[in-house]
């Protein structure tokens, strides 16, 4: 059963008692809070998620109320991984950005029997495509535009590589879009659902795009890969897709990763052997039918 097959009394009721347990690709997800807004946002936006009730869960996240002295009348809220705060108090309002900020913390901190890679990835034809950038790349704004048009998404932020079958797994979730790229999702892909505008945040104006239902009902095929992109959004600038020697896509890669120096040898070897099975780009690109143009042509190609 899925989220959006129970009424939203008895989503909220769990949510805010024993806590909701849904499947988020390899993981599962106990999320406790008793705000109806967030509540609100989580019932639209995670409406396609896998409910679980007796399996394993790996994270218990909360949102709580919290008082702040200096703000007694400004309604504020801390995020709980296992009984632990993680970060200062967030103002009630951006709820929902937290509690996807601390998802994301929690497996960069805690997963170490897979490879991390701070990647967008997406799948076609069987095969997986990575995107690995740093922030402001503008992977998140391609990931999200690529899903919407053929690809079936992956995860926008993790690359969840397993060293020893040398296989992707998906995880996907809420896609985040910042500032100028939430305007230009909105024109371009007019039928992606999304989430509320959540302003003031430390990274400007968040809003989060529901991935599509296909790729969650699918979260269960891996992939291996087959091309590495090292996208960058760049104003004006014409389309640029060039090949990248296999030495420097070894150095941008292992150095996308949260979790590389942990896993030592394994993550030399895995990453080495990646590398030689993958063709490798980098991209320039400053608008999404021309990307989108060159990677379909790119993947075209098996």
């Not at 296992?82 to 970060?87: A, Q």
């Not at 897979?114 to 690995?132: D, N, T, W």
């Not at 998906?170 to 007019?190: G, V």
């Not at 239902?213 to 992109?229: C, G, M, N, P």
Request: glycine share 4%; charged share 20%.
């Amino acid at each position: 059963m899925i989220v959006g097959q129970i009424p939203f009394s008895e989503f909220f009721s769990l949510l805010s008692n024993q806590g909701l347990r849904a499947k988020m690709g390899p993981f599962n997800m106990q999320i406790r809070t008793a705000s109806s807004t967030l509540a609100e946002h989580l019932y639209s936006l995670y409406g396609n998620y896998e409910l679980v009730e007796r399996d394993l869960v790996e994270f218990h996240v909360q949102i709580s109320p919290v008082r702040l002295i200096k703000k007694p009348f400004s309604p504020h809220a801390l995020f709980f991984l296992d009984g632990r705060s993680l970060f200062p108090p967030f103002p009630a309002e951006q709820a929902l950005a937290a509690l996807e900020w601390g998802i994301n913390l929690a497996v960069a901190a805690r997963i170490n029997h897979l490879l991390l890679f701070h990647s967008a990835i997406v799948e076609r034809k069987g095969y997986a495509v990575i995107l690995p950038a740093s922030p402001g790349s503008g992977k998140t704004t391609l990931c999200t535009a690529l899903v919407h048009r053929g690809y079936r998404l992956f995860s926008d932020e993790f690359g969840l590589m397993d060293p020893g079958r040398e296989i992707f797994l998906p995880i996907p979730r809420l896609m985040p879009l910042k500032n100028e790229s939430i305007r230009a999702i909105r024109n371009y892909l007019p039928e992606a659902v999304l989430g509320p505008e959540i302003r003031n945040t430390h990274k400007g104006t968040i809003t989060h795009v529901r991935p599509p239902t296909e790729s969650i009902a699918r979260s269960d095929e891996t992939a291996k890969a087959k091309w590495i992109i090292f996208p960058k959004w760049v104003s004006d600038a014409p389309l640029r897709l060039d090949p990248l020697p296999d030495s420097e896509a070894f150095l941008l890669l292992a150095s996308n990763s949260f979790n590389y120096e942990v896993l030592g040898d394994t993550s030399f070897q895995a990453v080495t052997r990646l590398i030689r099975s993958c063709r490798c780009y980098k991209l320039i690109y400053s608008e999404f039918d021309a990307a989108l143009t060159a990677i379909d042509a790119l993947t075209d190609d098996i």
